[in-house]
């Protein structure tokens, strides 16, 4: 996927201070592209988390503001939900369907669709994350893998522009981080903006195009994600084990 | 079939009774077969166990023998499992257990005769038995109404039985139905492992159950409180506004109006005899 050059997200000197006067984030300005395969790396409590949900407009800035294809979250806060999707880090407290198809159609419900076009995005968006068999099945019975891909099952049905992932891979096992990894990038295929944020940058290497570091609440560098992830050490990111050996025994593979 | 054994070999000894039985047992085939087809309207289902449930509350033993029936037919037609149902009863069974003896036992303290303090009442026991049987009745047809109807069904049904109160939010008390069936088991969980890591520092060394309890719950009630905060955060994400409205996916046809119709009967025979 070719990013455009037109920005579907727009920050600008946006800060946010939590109400005990902590600073969640300070004067952070960036554009993010259509297309773009985003990854946001920083220690815990960086403010990463803090900056996604100003992009879905769950909290409402200090100074500065987010755009959502050119029009203001905090003008159109409906609008910026549907086009930006949030996953959150905890599938379980996200998950609030009685079964895996009601979970999924709660956001095209709120979106007041018809019956048709709700069920038509359930069974879209179910099949898009390999969960359609288990469509009757109670939420708190599937897998950490599982209930991750029910989680962007019940973004996707919203038909986002952007999916935003908190810490996607965190408590799940091999097979569980395969699953969710395989789905993001299937979904970056068909032209989904993704803007995601990991400790692990092992797993998205390769799949990331651009590598936002983040340190107190600041974005410290930003660009190429094969430049960047040289400096990743400095905010307390492990580095990934091919740029390690890559430092040790050069580019070439020689001492 | 006067004077003789009619369906379900129940005896039939005059032409009233017999028309009685026949109507009744037409009844419970076709409710049977309503429910287990698994078609049936939530709201037909919901009016349909409210009725019954008033009728169990007025039943003498001869109501309580055709609800019976009644409940049989509907567990062979649901091949609901009655060994899962005895499981569901265990929680139950305490509560009967006490039930019965509250009624059949007769506890003198202050009796002239030394050796009877406690006596066994044997109309106390069959009021004991009756409400027992009664009690037991009204579990079956709710658990029954719970595995033949989708939480969504269900949600929904409450949301429109709602909708001609003014005062009365529907949505709001629906999404909290909801909510409830889906997190009942995350909290059960948290509370699970809250005991296991509170049995691995040795909690069990202490003896005081206030301390114990104060320990348990606070912790609890605060990981429950994130979630639910978490949860607000994700359904506000998700574009949740009690303001909206839901189109309501409920769809009734003949055969729940027959089905309705004919419970009505049913209850009223069953209150008339």
Known sequence: ?255 | MVNGECRKGQKCYTVREHKLHCSILKTQSLTAQSISSGKMDVRFKMACMALLSIVVLRADATGLIFLSILCLVLRISVKFPIIEFIRHLRYLAFLLLIVFLTKALNVSFFSSDAGTLISIDQQGAVEGLLICWRLIILTFLGILWMITSSPSGIRTAIEWFCRPFPGLPGKQVATMMSLMVRFLPVIVEQARETVAAQQCRCIQNRKNPVYRTVKFSIPLLCRTLKTADRLADAMESRCYSPENSRPLALKSNRSDWLVLIGITGFCVLMISI
């Open chain 1, 1 to 255: 996927m070719i990013p455009s050059s037109k920005p579907i997200i727009e920050v600008s000197h946006l800060s946010h201070r939590f109400s005990d006067g902590s600073q969640g984030i300070n004067d952070i300005s960036l554009k993010i592209n259509k297309g773009e395969f985003v990854v946001v790396a920083g220690h815990n409590g960086s403010g990463k988390t803090t900056l996604f949900r100003h992009l879905n407009g769950l909290l409402t800035p200090n100074t500065g503001g987010v755009k959502v294809d050119g029009v203001s979250v905090s003008a159109d806060v409906l609008r910026a939900r549907q086009l930006v999707g949030l996953v959150f880090q905890d599938a379980d407290s996200q998950i609030v369907g009685e079964t895996v198809y009601d979970d999924v159609a709660f956001g095209p419900e709120n979106l007041c669709l018809t019956p048709a076009e709700i069920n038509r995005r359930v069974t879209s968006a179910l099949s898009a994350v390999g969960l359609e068999q288990l469509a009757d099945q109670r939420p708190h019975r599937l897998s950490g893998g599982e209930k991750r891909r029910l989680a962007i099952a019940g973004i996707m049905a919203m038909e986002p522009q952007v999916l935003v992932l908190d810490e996607p891979f965190a408590n799940l096992d091999y097979s569980g981080m395969i699953q969710v990894l395989s789905q993001i990038v299937q979904l970056h295929q068909a032209g989904k903006t993704i803007i995601l944020s990991t400790h692990d940058l092992d797993k998205t290497m390769g799949h990331a195009s651009r590598l936002i570091l983040m340190k107190n609440g600041s974005i410290i560098k930003d660009g190429l994600f094969e430049k960047v992830i040289h400096d990743v050490g400095c905010v307390g990111v492990k580095m990934p084990c091919t740029c390690q050996l890559e430092a040790i025994y050069g580019e070439n593979g020689e001492w």
